[in-house]
């Protein structure tokens, strides 16, 4: 089975900062890429995708670099709202594989 | 509503007692499957099922069973429960469009279990 990886949290930000996440696969057949979204005890929901050319959201954007392996997401002006666990998934065939999640907390 | 249903939501069972969580979605969705969340470890998928009686393991089978006899539902089973089953579940469906990778999943509330 091959790994989602990463960046260990926790995150601890203040209001209105600039957060960035990355995570690796190891899989070069990887086809697809999501970043989910997790609250507390909650179930995940979707994020965005990831498409290879970029693609924001608001105030996320989501890059992809398959010659490295790796995801990214960039948030903006960060509220108090997106504190969460941030989970990437790549998807090879019909195996979707997690990452372990990036806890964010954002401050006041 | 779109949406994927679990039952039960909180389950409380002792260790041999056979249980079932039922998973049932409501898109049309050809692929569904079962998730167990533990602190530090993550998603884990326990099975999953491309379409009707199509079935086949994830990372963490043991002690689990699953069937898909329709396309809307997708019951996990436990055939005899032990203590380290004690688990956050979840179930969740996705598609594909024809010749495409899978979409995003959708995923049910979940099923917090605990085995005494």
């Known amino acids: 089975r091959k790994e989602v990886e990463q960046d260990p949290g926790p995150f601890n930000v203040p209001e209105g900062a600039t957060v960035a996440f990355n995570c690796t696969y190891s899989n070069s057949a990887s086809q697809s890429f999501f970043w989910y979204r997790q609250d507390c005890r909650k179930e995940p929901k979707l994020l965005m995708s990831?498409?290879?050319s970029g693609n924001e959201d608001g105030r996320f954007t989501a890059q992809l670099n398959r010659a490295s392996q790796y995801i990214s997401l960039l948030i903006r002006d960060s509220k108090l709202s997106d504190s969460a666990t941030y989970l990437c998934?790549?998807?090879?065939?019909?195996?979707?594989?997690f990452g372990p999640g990036t806890r964010l907390s954002v401050l006041p | 509503e779109a949406q994927v249903t679990q039952n039960p939501r909180y389950l409380i069972t002792v260790t041999g007692k056979k249980l079932t969580v039922t998973c049932s979605q409501n898109?049309?969705?050809?692929?569904m499957s079962w998730y167990r969340q533990d602190p530090g470890l993550g998603l884990r998928q326990i099975y999953y099922s491309m379409n009707v009686e199509v079935t086949d393991k994830g990372d963490v089978p043991e002690g689990y069973k699953v069937s898909r006899k329709e396309k809307r539902n997708f019951p996990l089973i436990l055939e005899s429960p032990s203590p380290n089953q004690t688990s956050l579940y979840f179930c969740?469906?996705?598609?594909?469009?024809?010749?495409?990778?899978?979409?995003?999943?959708?995923f049910g509330p979940g099923t917090r279990l605990t085995v005494l």
């Open positions: 898109m049309n969705h050809e692929y």
């Open positions: 990831v498409y290879s």
């Open positions: 969740a469906s996705s598609y594909r469009l024809a010749g495409a990778s899978y979409n995003e999943q959708f």
């Open positions: 998934v790549a998807i090879y065939g019909q195996n979707f594989v």
